[in-house]
Nanobody
Framework: QVPLVESGGGSVQTGGSLRLSCAASGSIRSIHVMGWYRQAPGKQRELVANIGSGGSTNYATFVKGRFTLSRDNAKNTVYLQMNSLKPEDTAVYYC?????????WGKGTLVTVSS
């Protein structure tokens, strides 16, 4: 069983929206933090947003006001609603789940924003 299943990437024009989803396997228990990172070509992987088990969120400055992270604990799923997308948001987006002591990464989903 694949630990993390990501979906929702794709191509949009500037100003468009996409919604990413990441479902963690039901065998993963006691998930503390779920979130998304991204890596653009030639750049380091960076945090986009994460959310704790109690719902507290943490956003990177460059997405505040445009992206919204939410979590369904019953489904072990985290959602990233991305609005007002810009070309600089183009990257591979990776789901991350921290279930101590394990830190899991998804395979990544490509988001391409054209001008």
């Amino acid at each position: 069983q694949v630990p993390l299943v990501e979906s929702g990437g794709g191509s949009v024009q500037t100003g468009g929206s996409l919604r990413l989803s990441c479902a963690a396997s039901g065998s993963i228990r006691s998930i503390h933090v779920m979130g998304w990172y991204r890596q653009a070509p030639g750049k380091q992987r960076e945090l986009v947003a994460n959310i704790g088990s109690g719902g507290s969120t943490n956003y990177a400055t460059f997405v505040k006001g445009r992206f919204t992270l939410s979590r369904d604990n019953a489904k072990n799923t985290v959602y990233l609603q991305m609005n007002s997308l810009k070309p600089e948001d183009t990257a591979v987006y990776y789901c991350n789940v921290y279930s101590p002591p394990v830190n899991l990464w998804g395979k990544g989903t490509l988001v391409t924003v054209s001008s």
